[in-house]
């Protein structure tokens, strides 16, 4: 099971010109080897992108994705790396979402799709980070 990241499903379901083909193929090929799930973070932050009455989870279930609550361990994990990143003078630019995305994909997925590899090699370490290619 993978997880993927909302940057990668804004490129698709906006069709960004520079990512939704490469984020399209990335999600296609994970498919291909088992299910693809986001979690809380993900629905929340896609839904607050898209301008339609529909929901984030409609939309995903056209693609075969579906959503895996965050469990508890995971959302703890979050908070600890959360104070980590503010202890070694992160900015307040990474929100809390980011964090639960990550523990989310270390603790209940084994990898997670995403274009913010750095971040979440950083602070993840263990989890399969897999960036769609250009």
């Given at each position: 099971m993978i997880a993927v990241d909302s940057s990668v499903l804004l490129d698709v379901?906006?069709?960004d010109p520079h990512f939704a083909l490469s984020s399209a193929a990335c999600?296609?090929?994970?498919m291909t080897l088992g299910e693809v799930v986001i979690c809380d973070a993900v629905v929340a932050e896609v839904q607050g992108m898209l301008d339609t009455r529909e929901t984030a989870m409609d939309a995903l279930?056209?693609?075969g994705i579906r959503y895996?609550?965050?469990?508890?361990?995971?959302?703890?994990?979050?908070?600890?790396?959360?104070?980590?990143f503010r202890d070694?003078?992160?900015?307040?630019?990474?929100?809390?979402?980011?964090?639960?995305i990550g523990a989310h994909a270390l603790l209940q997925c084994q990898g997670l799709i995403t274009r913010d590899a750095g971040f979440f090699r950083d602070y993840f370490k263990g989890?399969?980070?897999?960036?769609p290619s250009a």
């Open positions: 379901l906006t069709n999600l296609e090929q994970a279930a056209e693609f895996l609550p965050t469990s508890e361990t995971a959302a703890v994990r979050a908070g600890h790396m959360q104070r980590r070694r003078g992160g900015r307040r630019e990474r929100v809390v979402a980011d964090f639960l989890l399969k980070v897999i960036v």
